[in-house]
């Protein structure tokens, strides 16, 4: 079974707006990770969120851990074209080695 | 400084051929990836080496084979390519596995 299915939706919303995206996962993780990839571009890391914590912030993003529900929340606040890209969360299981990722959510912020 | 990079960006070449995708990393991580992006961006990892041996060999068709010469390094050769073959590579390192990981601007192949 897939791990960090991200919901499949892709979210247009108008500059200033808040986006929020959610990711579920299915197994025991050590850890979930955020990342972004802008169009043509590489993936790059947002933000790391361990198993045993709930709430983590980095500049305008929030994530939101419920181990219990499987599942974590990103939220962008205050978001500005520039945020326009898709979203992979990343789920870090117990003795995968790897980590798996998700479907990606792809976001457009319009200005 | 780039991190991690990879040459070439673009690679466009007729099916059967054989072809390689090279990737550096500059950060002293001792594990590197190979993932495979398809057209809908699912992300699907291949390979992973772990200071220069094999980790992860994911249900790859033997006609990729990677090559770790150092691990700073991890290569990646395609022979007989096919059309399937078509999709965005991407090259990662991190410190360990389940740290986060640093990606290369992806290879785009496209078999003809």
């Known amino acids: 079974s897939q791990q960090g299915e991200e919901d499949p939706q892709a979210l247009s919303i108008q500059e200033g707006e808040n986006a929020t995206m959610n990711c579920s996962y299915k197994?025991?993780?050590?850890?979930l990770q955020w990342y972004r990839q802008n169009s043509g571009r590489g993936l790059v890391h947002l933000i790391l969120?361990?198993?045993?914590?709930r709430e983590k912030h980095s500049g305008r993003l929030r994530v939101t851990l419920d181990t219990s529900k499987k599942s974590s929340s990103l939220l962008i606040t205050a978001s500005r074209a520039a945020d326009t890209a898709s979203y992979f969360c990343a789920t870090d299981a117990y003795g995968n080695n790897r980590l798996a990722f998700g479907k990606g959510n792809q976001v457009v912020v319009i200005p | 400084d780039t991190a991690v990079s990879q040459t070439p960006k673009y690679l466009v070449t007729q099916m059967g051929n054989d072809k390689s995708i090279k990737c550096e990393q500059n950060l002293g991580h001792d594990t590197m990836y190979w993932y495979k992006q398809d057209s809908k961006k699912f992300l699907k990892i291949m390979f992973s080496?772990?200071?220069?041996?094999?980790?992860i060999n994911e249900t790859v068709p033997n006609r990729f084979s990677p090559k770790s010469p150092d691990k700073a390094h991890l290569n990646l050769h395609i022979n007989s390519l096919e059309l399937g073959d078509s999709a965005v590579y991407f090259c990662?390192?991190?410190?360990?596995?389940?740290?986060?990981?640093?990606f290369g601007p992806g290879t785009r192949l496209t078999v003809l």
């Open positions: 080496y772990n200071n220069k041996e094999l980790i």
């Open positions: 990662a390192s991190s410190q360990d596995s389940g740290r986060q990981q640093f």
């Open positions: 197994t025991s993780i050590n850890n």
């Open positions: 969120i361990r198993s045993n914590e």
